[in-house]
């Protein structure tokens, strides 16, 4: 199993608070993303890193945003959560782009929003 | 742009019943296209893969063929085990390779 890690596991916290997910990798790979899933509408892409302080906006950035000071660590930021972001974020990474390469996930980090 | 679309679910199934979950994808250039799994409480897992056309990814008695000419990549498998049940995302990335695009996920139930 690839070495991804998210923290927390879950959290619950109020509308208008600001929030952080952390995702942390071990495997050295230039490439990480941030994916919320919700029913109905599969994973969608929030955010992708293609390198150290390189990001850029996925199909519903909106309401996000992301900073990558290091390799191994991809961090997610809710300004001011609103009930709207309650939904399950994953992170993954991949070793290169294009080609078919693949992304290897972590676990999940729920996040309720109330 | 680029999308799939995966039959919804959920879908319940005997054990050693055969199994199709279908995929199809609008997409500009030459996507690469994937199946991963979900089993409960856990992140996705890649199943198999295909990179170009005519390409067969296959995995655990799992198969996928990637069809140009159909814009498909219908996920198979001959007979089935309650160990299967999960829920199948298909996906696909796009020519760059930085933008991934999932379908919404089929819930398969394996009965024994």
């Known amino acids: 199993d690839a070495g991804i890690t998210q923290s927390p596991r879950h959290k619950v916290t109020e509308t208008g608070t600001p929030v952080t997910l952390r995702c942390h990798q071990t495997?050295?790979?230039?490439?990480m993303y941030w994916y919320r899933q919700d029913p109905g509408h599969g994973l969608r892409l929030i955010h992708y890193?293609?390198?150290?302080?390189?990001?850029d906006k996925g199909e519903v950035s909106d309401g996000y945003s992301v900073s990558r000071s290091k390799t191994e660590d991809f961090l997610l930021t809710l300004e001011s959560a609103t009930s709207s972001q309650t939904s399950v974020y994953f992170c993954a990474i991949s070793r290169l782009a294009g080609e078919g390469d693949t992304q290897y996930f972590g676990p999940g980090t729920r996040l309720t929003v109330l | 742009g680029d999308s799939v679309t995966q039959m919804e679910g959920p879908v319940t199934l005997s054990e050693e019943a055969f199994l199709t979950i279908n995929c199809t994808y609008t997409a500009t250039g030459y996507p690469s296209l994937f199946w991963y799994v979900q089993y409960p409480g856990e992140g996705l897992q890649l199943l198999l893969k295909?990179?170009?056309?005519?390409d067969k990814g296959s995995n655990k008695g799992f198969e996928a063929t990637y069809r140009k000419e159909t814009t498909s990549f219908h996920l198979e498998k001959g007979s089935v085990q309650v160990s299967d049940s999960a829920v199948y995302f298909c996906?696909?990335?796009?020519?760059?390779?930085?933008?991934?695009?999932f379908g919404t996920g089929t819930s398969l139930t394996v009965i024994p």
């Open positions: 996906a696909l990335s796009d020519s760059t390779g930085n933008q991934f695009y």
């Open positions: 890193s293609y390198g150290v302080k390189d990001t």
């Open positions: 295909a990179t170009k056309a005519d």
């Open positions: 495997e050295n790979h230039r490439y």
